[in-house]
C-alpha cells in the first residue's frame, strides 16, 4: 500500500505557505510605514509649534525709576480723576528713559529726537504709560513721588533678545537701531532688563500690542461657549438617542429622521454659522458676537455626534443584560435607565466630550455669527460680545508681527493642552465608571 | 377532572402559535403545566421550545415581529389579557437563559434589584435578608458571602448560573423558567445546578429546556417532546424513557433523529 504524502506536506504546500507568509509581511510592513508616517507628522506638528509658541511663555522687562512729576501730571494741582485720566503719562515714560539714558543731551537737535524717539521705544510704547495710569488712578497720593517700576519691554526688544531679528542686515532695514542695541545690551548687562514667565499670555486680554496680548477674553468667552454647547447638546443629543434607539416606533417618519440625523453629522461646519446668522440674529434678534448665539450654533454641530457617540454605545450593550432584568420584571424603561444606559455611560461620555472638543476647535461657524470681537475685557455674561480661543488664534495667526507668529503658537499649544485635558477626562471617566461594575 | 388535579394546573394552554414576522415556529400546542414540579422540554435544535418557553413570560413581546396567539392561563387567568401588564407577569414567572447574563453590578446588587424595582424590602435589613435568604436558596451564599461587593461578572460560569438564578428567586416567584441552563457549565456545575432544581421544585414550578436526555430523565417528572414546531408527545418523564408511544419521540431519545 503506498504511503499517500499528505496535502500539507512537500514542495508545493511550502510554496503557498511562502506566499502567504509574504503577503502577510508585506501588510505588516505597510502597516508598519503607515504608524511611522502617521507619528512622525505629528512630532514635526508638535516639533514646530512647541519650538516656536515656548519663547511666548516667557519676556522681557524693565525696571525704571520714574520720577511722577507733579507739573507734567497735575500742573494745577488738582488730583481730580478727569484731570488724573487725561494726564500725560507718556510724558512722563519719556521723561524717565530719559533720564536713565542722559547723554542723548548730548547729540546735536535733530539727532536727539530721533534718539528720544528711539529711546523710548525700548519699553512697551503703551503698555509703559497705561501701567502709570493705573498706579496713579488708584494712589493719587503717588504724585510727586518718585518710584520704581517693572514694565514690559516693547516687542522689538523683546524679539531682539529673544534672538529672533537678523541683526546682520543693514540698520536701515531692521527693527531695531544700532542705538537702541547698545542700550539693551547695556540694561540687559545692569539687570535692568530681564526675562521672567509672561503672565499677560494667560491672565491679559487681547491688545493691539503684542507684549500685553493675552488669551484670558477668548478663553473665557470659549468656556462660556461650551457651557451653552454642553447643556444643549448633551441632554437633547443623548435623549434622542435613546428614544431613537429605544422606543422609537418603526416607521418612515422615524427613518427619515435616522437618515437626516446621519446628514447632519456630515453637514460643514460653516453651514451651521450661515444658520445662526440667518436665524438666530437675523430673525430672532438675538445678539451679536455673544457666546449664546455661538453655543447654540456649536450645539447644532455638536448634537448629531453624541446622538451617533450614544446610539452606537447603546448597541454595545449585551442583548441579553436587558432581557436579564425585563425577566425579573423591569419595565423596559427601567431597563433601559437601570442597565443598558450606566454600561454605555462609558462609550456616551468619552463620544460627548470628543464632540465637545471638536466644538472647542470650531472657527468658521463663530466667525459667521461674529465672535471675533476684539475685546480689552473679559466677557461677564452669555449675551455681552466675546471671541472664542480659536478665533482668537486666527486672527493673530493673520499679524504680521514677528511677535505674533509665537503667541500664535502658544495659544494652539495652550488649545491643545485643553484638548489632551477634556480627553484625559474621558478616560479618566471611563475607567472610573467602568470599575463600578 | 377532578379538584384535586385542576388545583395542581399552574399553565393551560390552548392551541398557541408562534409567529416570526409570520413564519409560524410553534403551530399549535396544547398543554397543561403542573405546579410544584419540573416539567422538561425536549426536542432537536430549531424546533421551537425556546419560542415557546418565552411564552409563558412574554418575553416574546419584547422581540419585534414575534406574534403569540392562542389560550394561555396561568391559575386560570389569561395571562394575554389585554389589561395584564408583562411586568408584573414576570414578577411571577422568572427565568434563566441558556448564557448566564448577571448584571455588571456587585453581587448583592444582582440579587437586590428585583425587589428593589417591586418595592418588597420595606428596610435595608429587609433587603440583606431576602438577599441572603436568595442566595442560599440557590446554593452561592456559602460561596459568596465574603464578597457580596464584588462584580457578579467575576465570578465563574456556574456561580454566575447561580447567581442568576437567585435573581429570579428574589422576586418571589410562582414559576421559573430556565433555557438549556446547564449548557454553559461542567460536569460539576451541572450536578450542583441539577440538585438545586431538585429543591426548588418544592416551591415552584419549573419548566426546563434541555438537550441532555439524561438530564430531563434525572430531574424532571412530566416530559414534553417538540419536533417542528409541534407537541409530538407529553407524558410523565418514565413513560417518555422507557415507553414512548410515538416513533418519533423514541428515534430522538436513542439519537436516530435529531
Ligand atoms: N428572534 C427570532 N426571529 C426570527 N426567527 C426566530 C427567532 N427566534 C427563533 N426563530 C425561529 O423559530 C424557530 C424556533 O426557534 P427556537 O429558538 O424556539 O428553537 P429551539 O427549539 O429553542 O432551538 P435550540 O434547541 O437550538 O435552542 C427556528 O426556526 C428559528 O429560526
Ligand atoms: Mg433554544
Not at chain 1, 23 to 46: N, Q, T
Not at chain 1, 409 to 431: F, K, P
Request: charged share 20%; proline share 5%; with cysteine.
Amino acid at each position: 500500500m503506498a504511503n499517500q504524502p499528505s496535502i500539507h506536506a512537500g514542495v508545493r504546500a511550502l510554496a503557498r505557505l511562502k506566499k502567504r507568509r509574504r503577503s502577510e509581511a508585506i501588510f505588516r510592513a505597510f502597516g508598519i510605514a503607515a504608524i511611522v508616517f502617521a507619528m512622525c507628522a505629528l512630532a514635526w506638528l508638535l516639533g514646530s509649534i512647541i519650538g516656536t509658541g515656548y519663547k511666548a511663555f516667557y519676556q522681557h522687562s524693565l525696571t525704571l525709576e520714574v520720577e511722577l512729576t507733579e507739573s507734567i501730571l497735575a500742573p494745577n494741582g488738582s488730583r481730580d480723576p478727569d484731570t488724573l485720566r487725561r494726564a500725560n503719562y507718556r510724558r512722563i515714560m519719556q521723561e524717565a528713559m530719559f533720564t536713565r539714558f542722559p547723554d542723548i543731551e548730548g547729540l546735536s537737535s535733530a539727532d536727539q529726537r530721533a534718539a528720544k524717539r528711539q529711546n523710548f521705544d525700548i519699553m512697551s510704547t503703551s503698555g509703559g504709560p497705561n501701567y502709570i495710569r493705573q498706579m496713579v488712578f488708584k494712589d493719587p497720593a503717588m504724585v510727586g513721588q518718585t518710584i520704581t517700576v517693572r514694565i514690559p519691554t516693547s516687542d522689538i526688544v523683546d524679539q531682539y533678545l529673544k534672538g529672533n531679528l537678523n541683526v546682520d542686515v543693514p540698520e536701515v532695514q531692521r527693527k531695531i537701531s544700532d542705538r537702541q542695541i547698545a542700550w539693551v545690551k547695556t540694561l540687559r548687562q545692569s539687570g535692568e532688563i530681564k526675562a521672567g514667565f509672561n503672565k499677560r499670555l494667560l491672565f491679559s486680554t487681547d491688545s493691539r500690542d503684542p507684549e500685553l496680548a493675552g488669551i484670558a477674553s477668548s478663553f473665557v468667552g470659549s468656556l462660556m461657549t461650551m457651557f451653552v454647547t454642553f447643556l444643549l447638546a448633551f441632554p437633547v443629543g443623548v435623549g434622542a438617542a435613546i428614544w431613537l434607539d429605544e422606543f422609537a416606533p418603526k416607521n418612515k417618519a422615524v427613518d427619515f429622521i435616522e437618515i437626516n440625523i446621519n446628514n447632519l453629522a456630515a453637514v460643514p461646519s460653516i453651514v451651521f454659522g450661515l444658520l445662526g446668522l440667518a436665524v438666530l440674529l437675523n430673525w430672532a434678534g438675538m445678539p451679536r458676537s455673544a457666546p449664546i448665539v455661538g453655543g447654540i450654533v456649536l450645539a447644532l454641530r455638536t448634537f448629531p455626534t453624541i446622538i451617533i457617540a450614544t446610539r452606537s454605545a447603546l448597541r454595545a450593550v449585551p442583548p441579553s443584560i436587558r432581557d436579564g432584568a425585563l425577566s425579573v420584571g423591569a419595565s423596559h424603561v427601567q431597563a433601559v435607565f437601570h442597565h443598558k444606559l450606566p454600561m454605555a455611560a462609558p462609550g456616551i461620555l468619552t463620544g460627548s466630550i470628543i464632540g465637545m472638543a471638536q466644538a472647542l476647535g470650531e472657527t468658521a461657524p463663530l466667525l459667521m455669527i461674529g465672535m471675533v470681537a476684539f475685546l480689552t475685557e473679559i466677557p461677564s455674561s452669555l449675551t455681552e460680545p466675546a471671541t472664542a480661543l480659536p478665533v482668537q488664534i486666527y486672527l493673530w495667526s493673520d499679524s504680521a508681527e514677528q511677535a505674533w507668529s509665537e503667541r500664535t503658537s502658544a495659544a494652539i499649544i495652550i488649545l491643545l493642552m485643553v484638548l489632551v485635558t477634556m480627553n484625559g477626562i474621558a478616560i479618566w471617566l471611563r475607567s472610573r465608571l467602568e470599575k463600578r461594575w | 377532572m377532578t379538584e384535586n388535579t385542576s388545583k395542581n394546573i399552574k399553565f393551560t394552554c390552548r392551541d398557541v402559535r408562534v409567529s416570526y414576522s409570520g413564519k409560524e415556529a410553534v403551530k399549535g400546542i396544547d398543554i397543561e403545566i403542573a405546579d410544584r414540579s419540573v416539567t422538561a422540554f425536549i426536542g432537536p435544535s430549531g424546533c421551537g421550545k425556546s419560542s415557546f418557553l418565552r411564552v409563558f413570560n412574554r418575553m416574546n413581546d419584547t422581540i419585534p415581529g414575534c406574534a403569540v396567539t392562542g389560550d394561555i392561563r396561568m391559575d386560570g387567568e389569561d395571562i394575554y389579557a389585554p389589561g395584564l401588564d408583562p411586568v408584573l407577569l414576570r414578577a411571577r414567572v422568572g427565568m434563566v437563559f441558556q448564557k448566564p447574563n448577571p448584571f455588571p453590578k456587585s453581587i448583592y446588587d444582582n440579587v437586590a434589584y428585583g425587589p428593589r424595582i417591586h418595592g418588597l424590602a420595606e428596610s435595608k435589613a429587609d433587603l440583606d435578608e431576602i438577599v441572603h435568604n436568595s442566595l442560599k436558596r440557590a446554593g452561592l451564599w456559602d460561596e459568596v458571602k465574603d464578597r457580596l461587593k464584588d462584580s457578579g461578572t467575576g465570578l465563574s460560569g456556574g456561580q454566575q448560573q447561580r447567581l442568576v438564578i437567585a435573581r429570579a428567586i428574589a422576586v418571589s416567584p410562582e414559576v421559573i423558567l430556565m433555557d438549556e441552563p446547564a449548557s454553559a457549565l461542567d460536569p460539576i456545575a451541572t450536578a450542583k445546578l441539577e440538585v438545586l432544581i431538585e429543591e426548588l421544585k418544592e416551591k415552584f414550578c419549573i419548566v426546563i429546556v434541555t438537550h441532555s436526555m439524561a438530564q430531563a430523565a434525572r430531574i424532571s417528572q412530566k416530559t414534553a417532546f417538540f419536533h417542528m414546531g409541534d407537541l409530538v408527545e407529553y407524558d410523565e418523564t418514565d413513560q417518555i424513557f422507557t415507553n414512548p408511544a410515538e416513533l418519533r419521540t423514541q428515534d430522538y431519545i436513542m439519537g436516530r433523529t435529531g
